[in-house]
C-alpha cells in the first residue's frame, strides 16, 4: 500500500514545518510547494533530523498560472493527495484608505486566488478517487480585523469564506474540508507553537466534522 501523502502550498519554515512534521511522523509523505529553492531545502533537511523523507517543488502562490503547472506536475509524478493545505498568506500593511489597489489585488492573488487554483487542481481527482480533506490555514483578522492590516483582513475574509462554502459542497461528496482560524500571532512555546498547529489540522482531517475550528490562547 502506498504511503499517504500531504501536499502543503505555501510551506515556510513555521506553520508548515509544523503541518509537516506533525503528519510525518504519522506516516504521510509531505510534499513542501515553496516559494524558493532554500526555503525548500531547509525545510527538507529539518525534516530528515525526524526521519521525515520529504518531497517538494518551487512555486510561487501569487503567481496562478506558475502554480497551477506545479501542482499539475506533481499530479503527474506523485498522484492525488491524501491532504491539501494551503497556507500561503501574504499582506502589504496600511490602513483602508491608504492601501493601493494593485498591492491589494497583489495580496488577494496569495491570499484567496492561490487557494482556488490548488483546490481546483486536485478536487477533480480527490473527487473520483472518492476520498480527501482540503486544508486552509485562517486567521484571527477574518474575524477581528485590525485597521492597519487591512489587507491581510480582506484575504483572511475570503480565505474564510472559501473554506466555509468549501466545506457545504464538500460533504455532499463524502469530502472534507475545513480552516483553521488562528486567533494569535505563531511563537514557539506558545498556544501558537507550530506543533500546536500541526495538532490541530492532524485532529481536523482524522475527524472530518467542524468547518471550521478557531485556535484560541
Known amino acids: ?9 505555501g510551506a515556510g ?10 503528519f ?5 509523505t509531505p510534499v513542501l510547494i515553496t516559494k524558493d529553492e532554500s526555503t525548500l531545502q531547509h525545510m527538507k ?19 496562478l498560472d506558475q502554480l497551477s503547472a506545479a501542482l499539475a506536475d506533481l499530479l503527474e509524478r506523485s498522484g492525488v493527495p491524501d491532504v ?34 490548488s483546490v481546483q487542481a486536485v478536487l477533480p481527482h480527490m473527487k473520483a478517487r472518492g476520498t480527501g480533506s482540503i486544508l486552509l490555514t485562517g486567521g484571527g483578522q477574518a474575524l477581528h480585523p485590525t485597521p492597519t492590516l487591512a489587507s491581510l483582513g480582506i484575504g483572511k475574509s475570503g480565505l474564510r469564506s472559501l473554506a466555509l462554502s468549501l466545506h457545504e459542497e464538500l460533504k ?8 483553521l482560524t488562528i486567533c494569535g500571532f505563531v511563537q514557539e512555546g506558545t498556544p501558537f507553537d507550530s506543533s500546536t498547529i500541526g495538532d490541530a489540522f492532524y485532529r481536523m482531517h ?3 466534522k467542524e468547518a471550521e475550528v478557531q485556535l484560541k490562547p
Not at 510525518?24 to 504521510?28: F, P, Q
Open 206 to 208: 482524522m475527524e472530518k
Open 45 to 63: 533537511q529539518a525534516l530528515l533530523e525526524h526521519n521525515i523523507q520529504a518531497d517538494g517543488v518551487v512555486a510561487y502562490s501569487g503567481q
Open 24 to 28: 510525518g511522523k504519522r506516516g504521510y
Open 13 to 22: 519554515c513555521g506553520i508548515g514545518l509544523g503541518i509537516a512534521r506533525t
Open 172 to 179: 455532499q461528496a463524502g469530502l472534507y474540508a475545513g480552516t
Open 84 to 117: 491539501l493545505v494551503y497556507n500561503a498568506s501574504s499582506h502589504t500593511p496600511g490602513y483602508p484608505s491608504e492601501v493601493s489597489t494593485s498591492d491589494l489585488l497583489q495580496d488577494f492573488q496569495v491570499n484567496v486566488l492561490g487557494a482556488v487554483t
Open 1 to 9: 500500500m502506498n504511503q499517504p501523502s500531504i501536499w502543503i502550498v
